[in-house]
Every structure is written in structure tokens, then in C-alpha cells.
């Protein structure tokens, strides 16, 4: 569903047609949708970019567009990464690269802070990646550790900017259009003080939105890992 058939249906639904509700109604589901969007990463909120490094390059700012995005709307808007969730680098003069771990500067700092330092011995191929502030433009930055001796090819897998819905455009993420209609509704049901019904409908849209993380860990993308549990000293070999 659009955003304006998704709001004529809440304002129909509350009988509650006039300009100003309907105005009233798309912000309501917009800023639902962010929070929604925001809070977890869907896969549909994920994209691919690839973009050239130099030699000694310290810091990477990812403001290269997705290469690949794997969200569906009306529109498919052009969006940038929000933060780096994975990241992989490859020499020019190569063709596997390194996937890169993603650390904190405490890490750093604790195991090794002079890994961190930019000198001529110790350039080579980026191992690691700390995640930095963004830049003044708003797009995502990070710091390669070691810096690259030589210069590469930087593939990030990033979460994506949240774009505003406009009229025409239907939300990217898989199952929120039922999700964004209880919370649409239960919004408008507060604006016209209807505090019982409202609470009523904002549960209906908590359930909603469960069913999407239930989908969410259930399709193909998300891999299942048996991870062996250690009781305190004892591993679970000693419990069984």
C-alpha cells in the first residue's frame, strides 16, 4: 500500500476525512514507519556499495550510493549508509580480499594501541575497521586498521538511511503495512482523545510488528548457528 492509500484507509476506518487528518495521519505513519525501520536490520534495510580506496588512506568516508539494495518501493529511492555493518577489502593487485572485523577503539587500545598508528612500516592490507562519527554531510565514516599499504576496492554491506515516504510510495519493509496500520489508527484515535481505543490498537500494532521479526528470523537470509553452552567451569559435555 502508498502512503495515501494507506492513510485513506486509517481516516475512512476513524471517519475523520478532512485535509488537515489526512495530513495529520501520513506524519503519524511516517514517523511510526521510522521507528520501525530504525529498530532492527531488516534485511530490506541493507545494501551493498563498493567504492575505491586510496593508498594510506586513513579514514573512509562511505558516500558512494548502493550498488545493490535489497528493498522494494514504488519509487526506490537513492539512499546512503546510515553505519557500516560488514565490510571486506581487496588490493588492486588481488583478487580475494580480507574481511574486515569490525572493533571499538577500546579493543585497540587494550590489545595493541600502536597497530593504530599511521606509519610507513606498518601499512598493509586492513584486517579490522572501527566504526567513526559522521561527517559534516551526514554520511558514514570509518578507520581501516592497519591503514592500506596499497590502494583498494572497499565493499561495504551498510544500513541505509531511512527515506520519508512520499504520497506515492509504498514502505520497502516486508509485512509493516498492517503494523503501520494499527499504529496509524491508534494515533489518530489519541488525537481525537481516545485514550482506551488508541492503547487498544497500539497493542495490535506491537503484534504486528512481532510477526515481522518472527519473519524475519524465519526466511532464507538468516543462518541458524548451534553455538555449545559453558556452565561456569564446566562445559555442557559435563552436565549431560
Do not use: H
Not at 532492527?40 to 562511505?62: D, F, P
Amino acid at each position: 500500500m502508498t502512503l495515501d492509500e494507506l492513510a485513506n484507509f486509517i481516516t475512512t476506518k476513524v471517519n475523520d476525512t478532512n485535509t488537515d487528518s489526512v495530513t495529520a495521519c501520513k506524519s503519524y505513519i511516517n514517523k511510526r514507519y521510522k521507528m520501525i525501520y530504525e529498530a532492527s536490520l531488516w534485511t530490506e534495510s541493507l545494501g551493498i556499495i563498493s567504492q575505491s580506496v586510496a593508498a594510506s588512506e586513513t579514514e573512509t568516508v562511505v558516500s558512494t550510493a548502493p550498488s545493490i539494495t535489497f528493498y522494494q518501493s514504488s519509487s526506490a529511492p537513492t539512499t546512503y549508509a546510515d553505519f557500516v555493518v560488514a565490510a571486506k577489502f581487496t588490493n588492486n593487485t588481488e583478487t580475494d580480499g580480507n574481511e574486515l572485523v569490525g572493533q571499538d577503539y577500546l579493543s585497540f587500545f587494550q590489545l595493541d594501541p600502536n597497530i593504530w598508528l599511521d606509519v610507513s612500516g606498518r601499512r598493509t592490507t586492513p584486517t579490522n575497521f572501527v566504526p567513526l562519527p559522521k561527517n559534516g554531510s551526514g554520511y558514514a565514516r570509518i578507520r581501516l586498521i592497519p591503514t592500506p599499504a596499497l590502494a583498494g576496492t572497499l565493499y561495504v554491506l551498510a544500513k541505509l538511511k531511512f527515506v520519508e515516504l512520499g504520497d506515492s510510495d509504498s514502505p520497502c519493509l516486508r509485512g509493516v503495512d498492517n503494523a503501520l496500520l494499527a499504529y496509524g489508527e491508534a494515533a489518530m484515535l489519541e488525537r481525537a482523545r481516545q485514550y482506551g481505543k488508541a492503547q487498544l490498537k497500539n497493542q495490535e500494532g506491537q503484534a504486528m510488528e512481532q510477526l515481522m521479526k518472527d519473519l524475519e528470523r524465519g526466511q532464507q537470509q538468516v543462518n541458524s548457528v548451534v553455538v555449545p553452552a559453558q556452565i561456569g567451569d564446566n562445559t555442557i559435555d559435563d552436565v549431560l
